[in-house]
Structure formats: structure tokens, C-alpha cells
């Protein structure tokens, strides 16, 4: 029964709070494309990458591929230190909350909505990348791992990530690993993504690879996020070149 005074709604016309609700987003986008481009490995020839994709819980895929496995290339006589693979990438996420990864050393989950978003302060998704080649043997050993967590800024970015291989933790473990060609690697490359463990893993570096992002965002600032060019214009709050972890 309606009440005194009370005019009801013209057919098919919705409430005024429900439009406001409608009209108002509650996740925000974040489209990634792009590839792995090189990598440096000296002394390692006719290798090979897979990648993945490692994200917390507010974070969710909604098109593209979580992980992907490139061709073989070889150095030629034109770039003979450089393997190049050209290798794409494209997956979007979309999420209510920047802080989805602990992983980042500076999460501050304190950080007010509406203040601008640093690299320090939020912590998104990772890429990991892993580079495999064949050993003296003929085995496919992995020759490096590495992870950068992907920008948050709209536009192009380049960044070079330093790999890094487990190393055995006495010369007789090294001599089987060789002579059997079982080298020591992880189970499960996302590991290479956190924190936990990795402080008594013992690894050594081994070569580079770079890998570009071209990133576009919807609806970040309607929920309150800024992430504009700026961010990327301050030396200390995003190194340019190899990612530091």
C-alpha cells in the first residue's frame, strides 16, 4: 500500500540512487600488452622463455593469457650477444584494491583513497620469467629466473630484470648436478614472486632479459587512484633500467 504523498515511478524509469549506483564503477581495469624482447645470456646459446602471471586475491584476470611458452632463438651474426624473442604478452585484471601482492617491500595497506599511488606504496601483479637452454649434455637446464611487477602507468615502459640461477651448496652437489644434468631449480617459478623462503635460497646472477609493457587503465580514478605520468618522473620512486628488488 503506498503512502500519503507518495507519486510512484514513471514505467521504466529507474530511482535516482539506483542510477548513481549504476552509474558508478565498483572495479577498475588495467590492460596489459606487450613482450618479452631479449635477453643476454654470455655463453649460453638456443634458449627459450616461459612466463607467468602472479597476482593476489583482489586481483582477478578477465581476458588474455596467464602464462605462455616462446620459440628457440639463436645469437646471429648481426647482434651476437643478444638473443631476441619478441615474445607477446597481453592479459587484463581487474580489481577493488591496488594492494593485492604482499611481495612489494613497501606495502602500506595505511594509504588513504584519493592520494596518489607511488611504486612503494601498492603492490600489483608480477610477471615471472624463466629462461631455459639446453646444457653441455643436451639437458634443458633453466639458465635464469626473474620477476618485475608491471606498471601501473598508462604508456610505454621498458624494464630490464636482472635473472639469477639456485646454486648447489657444495662442489659435490655441483659436480652431480652436472654430470647428471639435474641442475637445482624451483618446482614452481612463482616462488621467484615472494618473499618467503627466499632468504635461504642460494642463487647466483646470470644474465638479463627486457621485456615492454604498453599499460591502459579505466576507472582508477573514479575509485579514488591516481596514477598519472608524474609518478614515473621521480628517479627514486621508479628505477630506470634494471629492476631493483
Known sequence: MA??????????RAAPGAMAAAGSPSVFLVAV???IESGQFPGFD???CKFCFVYGQDWVPTAG???GISQITSKSDVSPSTLVWNFPID???KSTNPFGCKCWEGWDPSRRAGTPLTPPSFAGPQIVVSVYGPDFFGNDVVRGYGAVHVPFTPGRHTRTIAMFVPESTSMLQKFTSWFTGRRPEFTDPRVVAQGEGREVTRVRSQGFVTISFNVMTKDMKKLGYE???SDMQ???LVPEGIHKY
Do not use: C, H, K, W
Request: no cysteine.
Open 227 to 229: 596514477v598519472s605520468s
Open 33 to 35: 600488452n606487450g613482450q
Open 234 to 236: 621521480n628517479p627514486s
Open 91 to 93: 592479459i587484463t585484471f
Open 65 to 67: 593469457l596467464e602464462e
Open 3 to 12: 503512502t500519503a504523498g507518495a507519486r510512484p515511478l514513471a514505467p521504466g
Open 46 to 48: 638456443d634458449l627459450y
